[in-house]
């Protein structure tokens, strides 16, 4: 009952503070209008998006879902949308805390960590967030995929394959992952068949990649330019770099991690996940950008990244949870770890502030050698060099108010973390607290709602509309 009661604060948490939430925007855009074309029959029918909608749009059961939820409870679209948002919400964040505890067996780091998986890394060269705050099938498979693991390691196979099952139903592709961990960590059970299933899987990716269309080099040139994450070789410079300094943080928590479990069954399922996010990877890498097959490019395999993302955000702030609370007299290695933790929550691109700092103290500790600093330095500033130049204030002053505590820290020679948590908290709900509304912002523009409510009273339902670029209302 206690943990039911704290995740249910905690979910009130994340919609009032953070990471918030918000309705109509993104790919909602593309399921919305194919939700009210479903419940209002005639409603919509000149509407490009349903008319040409997204496939996984119109044959996901999350339409079906909702309009049923809409049907039983006589809610309008935007409360459904709400309920179904914080029932999910729930979810993630108890079976994060399940999972989080069962690996690591404190209570304390995994409730932490279960918020921080909201803070929606950006996983680069996929397109995609880690956590969206908005609901839209691909966050409701990320909540079922903890369900998922929660049930995998309890060694519930039925209430696994039966997760997995609803997970395909409401997003087949977001769901690709968790299969594939499932299958090859069945395979993993007999050893000897291992290799000859890594073969099959390289042969079926080159057999299956000349079998059906090819993508027309138009077409090709047209992502290229507009969803550049779709070919991996067409990654922005700066997508690749902080996509090795995911892995940089996913190899110091993970090392620290294995190194304190000795639990050989947790070891083979750490690796089954990162082998997933590799196999992912290389086989969008063959069968898309050497291959150019339409049908793996529909697969969009390389947003299986997102499993390193987390995995790198979870055993890193595990990595620093357990500096702190070993060695609380460490004060500016303390200091350090809570900085890059505070990162992935706040903004991302201030990892880049402190990476120099931290390498150069893994080196002083050993951990790393001395040409590991010059490598991390020169990726830092390049970096920076992209991200900082519309910021250069923003960064400035973050960087001056962060050398500023480091001396006050070294001076003192102590570190109040409490203090620290707490105006951390403080500054969270400062940053992140915004107005909180279950409806679109849009209702609340009068002069454009007085536009709609004239074009639904003097237009025919069959009228085609054309509104301003991003001019959205439904």
Request: net charge positive; aromatic share 16%.
């Amino acid at each position: 009952m206690k943990i039911f009661l704290q995740t249910m604060l905690l979910s009130i948490f994340s919609f009032v503070v953070f990471p918030g939430y918000q309705v109509l925007v993104s790919d909602q855009q593309i399921y919305l209008p194919l939700i009210q074309a479903i419940r209002h029959n005639g409603f919509l029918n000149n509407d490009f998006l349903v008319l040409h909608g997204n496939v996984q749009a119109q044959y996901s059961l999350f339409n079906a879902l909702l309009v049923i939820t809409a049907e039983i409870t006589k809610a309008d679209i935007y409360r459904t949308l709400f309920i179904a948002s914080f029932i999910f919400r729930f979810i993630l964040l108890l079976f994060s805390y399940l999972v989080l505890n069962k690996l690591t067996k404190d209570s304390k780091f995994s409730y932490i960590a279960s918020i921080l998986i909201m803070s929606g890394l950006t996983v680069y060269g996929a397109g995609i967030l880690s956590y969206e705050n908005f609901l839209i099938p691909r966050t409701i498979n990320l909540s079922l995929g903890m369900m998922f693991f929660w049930f995998f390691i309890k060694n519930k196979k039925i209430f696994s394959v039966l997760t997995l099952i609803l997970m395909f139903l409401i997003h087949p592709l977001s769901s690709i992952p968790f299969i594939g961990f499932y299958l090859l960590r069945l395979i993993i059970c007999m050893k000897r068949y291992m290799v000859m299933f890594l073969l099959i899987i390289f042969f079926s990716t080159i057999l299956l990649s000349n079998i059906g269309p090819k993508i027309d080099p138009i077409y090709e040139e047209i992502l290229r330019i507009r969803n550049s994450y779709v070919f991996i070789t067409s990654w922005k410079i700066y997508s690749g770099i902080l996509f090795i300094v995911s892995a940089f943080f996913l190899a110091v928590g993970l090392n620290f991690f294995l190194k304190k479990r000795l639990d050989g069954e947790v070891k083979i399922n750490i690796t089954t996940l990162l082998v997933v996010s590799a196999l992912g990877f290389f086989v969008s890498l063959i069968a898309v950008d050497f291959f150019k097959s339409f049908l793996f490019m529909s697969l969009q395999l390389s947003r299986s990244l997102i499993i390193l993302k987390i995995l790198s955000m979870y055993f890193f702030v595990y990595y620093s949870y357990e500096h702190v609370k070993n060695h609380k007299q460490d004060y500016r290695f303390n200091y350090l770890c809570l900085c890059i933790v505070a990162s992935f929550i706040f903004r991302e691109s201030l990892l880049l502030i402190f990476l120099p700092l931290f390498v150069l103290s893994l080196i002083n500790r050993k951990i790393l050698s001395a040409h590991s600093f010059v490598g991390f330095l020169t990726i830092a500033l390049l970096l920076l060099n992209r991200f900082a130049s519309s910021y250069i204030h923003y960064y400035l002053s973050i960087m001056a108010f962060s050398s500023i505590l480091m001396v006050i820290i070294q001076i003192s020679g102590k570190i109040k973390l409490d203090f620290l948590l707490i105006m951390g908290l403080i500054l969270a709900i400062i940053i992140n607290l915004r107005s909180f509304s279950i409806s679109p912002q849009g209702l609340k523009d009068e002069e454009f709602m007085s536009i709609c409510d004239w074009m639904k009273k003097n237009t025919r339902k069959e009228s085609i509309d054309i509104l301003q670029n991003k001019q959205i209302a439904l």
